[in-house]
């Protein structure tokens, strides 16, 4: 992935700390109970993989990028698909990215990356947007499975950016629950720019604020400043396919 020298200012998400560790000891229980359900089985937890898995930050962006060259160059190879993987996961799961993507049709994170089963955890939310749902997902990759990298995956031409854009000029409520996805993006608007650019500078700017939220986390936070993990922006073309870093 390539970078992208734009900087923008976001505000940190609030945190309430309690908050967090009672919906991260929910999860837990609830894949416990879960996995006890089948008669004989374990708790599906982080088993090991004979598979090689990127175990760094930095391995799993390379990983994550090489996929993706192979998929721009259409020369996929459609990994971890086969029987053998597919019983080796049936007693757990251990992927090495959480990929929190918009649910844009044309942006599925396991092809763009060119990956397979139990490569990645994969969030999806209009336009990124954080809620307690999407915050407790990426916690439970992270703090539960040792995941060492999150990716905050924005897109051109994103259409929820489009309609909090929209809606803030022309100062109309938008239907229903999509008001909220443009509460959260509007913090996000560069107002320095007009038309057709300023949607696509929002776009960065979006994924910048989302990925600066993420890092806020005070959980995720530790994990940073240990260097056991990394929470980056990027944002995929759909001209050509390139996932690069925003910076």
């Not at 894949?31 to 089948?38: D, F, K, R, T």
């Not at 190879?77 to 990929?99: D, I, Y």
């Not at 022309?170 to 560069?190: F, K, M, T, V």
Request: charged share 25%.
């Amino acid at each position: 992935m390539t970078s992208d020298s734009s900087a923008g200012a976001v505000r940190p998400a609030e945190s309430n700390p309690a908050r967090r560790l009672v919906l991260r000891g929910a999860l837990t229980g609830a894949a416990a109970l879960g996995a006890g359900l089948a008669t004989g089985a374990a708790p599906a937890t982080a088993a090991p993989d004979s598979r090689p898995r990127p175990a760094t930050p930095a391995a799993a962006l390379r990983e994550l990028a090489a996929g993706n060259a192979r998929w721009r160059t259409f020369r996929e190879e459609h990994p971890h698909e086969s029987r053998t993987v597919r019983r080796e996961l049936v007693s757990g799961q251990h992927p090495f990215a959480v990929v929190l993507g918009c649910i844009d049709s044309r942006v599925p994170p396991e092809l763009v990356f060119d990956q397979g089963l139990g490569d990645l955890m994969t969030v999806r939310s209009a336009g990124e947007v954080l809620d307690e749902a999407v915050l407790g997902s990426i916690a439970y990759g992270v703090l539960e499975l040792g995941i060492p990298l999150v990716l905050v995956l924005g897109h051109q031409s994103c259409g929820a950016v489009r309609a909090a854009v929209e809606a803030d000029e022309s100062g109309e409520r938008l239907p229903a629950h999509i008001q909220y996805l443009a509460d959260r993006i509007s913090p996000a608007i560069d107002h320095t720019k007009e038309g057709e650019a300023r949607i696509d500078a929002t776009i960065d700017a979006n994924i910048r604020l989302v990925r600066d939220q993420l890092g806020a986390e005070p959980d995720l936070a530790a994990r940073v400043t240990a260097g056991e993990l990394a929470v980056v922006g990027a944002r995929y073309e759909l001209t050509n396919q390139l996932v690069h870093r925003i910076a």
